[in-house]
């Protein structure tokens, strides 16, 4: 069983950087890839970002390829988002997931091969 908890979103003026961060109970955390989803008011859910269990892999979503960074630092649990250049499109609520096997390496973009999720965290980017 993993537990994740994302922190660090907030209010944002366009043009301005957050940085989000989920953190992983338990000592496997390492043995799992990581991925950053959105969700908008009245939309599905976004993939954003992945990254491999040893951060070796990332991959973006075209919309936030070169303003986004994800990042992690197994030995503390944690997976971060660097959010930069915010704009107006980018406010959702963000969520963390945590996800093993082939499914995960070669599906990296589908909700639905992650196993566990964090609650989520606002992200709001005002014009």
């Known amino acids: 069983q993993v537990q994740l908890v994302e922190s660090g979103g907030g209010l944002v003026q366009a043009g301005g950087s957050l940085r989000l961060s989920c953190a992983a109970s338990?000592?496997?955390?390492?043995?799992?890839?990581m991925g950053w989803f959105r969700q908008a008011p009245g939309k599905g859910r976004e993939f954003v970002a992945y990254?491999?269990?040893?951060?070796?892999?990332?991959d973006y979503a075209s919309s936030v390829e070169g303003r986004f960074t994800i990042s992690r630092d197994n030995a503390k649990n944690t997976v971060y988002l660097e959010l930069n250049n915010l704009k107006p499109e980018d406010t959702a609520v963000y969520y963390c997931?945590?996800?093993?096997?082939?499914?995960?390496?070669?599906?990296?973009?589908?909700?639905?091969?992650?196993?566990?999720w964090g609650q989520g965290t606002q992200v709001t980017v005002s014009s």
């Open positions: 338990g000592r496997t955390f390492s043995t799992y890839a």
């Open positions: 990254i491999s269990s040893s951060g070796g892999r990332t």
């Open positions: 997931a945590a996800g093993r096997g082939a499914q995960v390496l070669w599906r990296q973009t589908l909700p639905n091969v992650y196993e566990y």
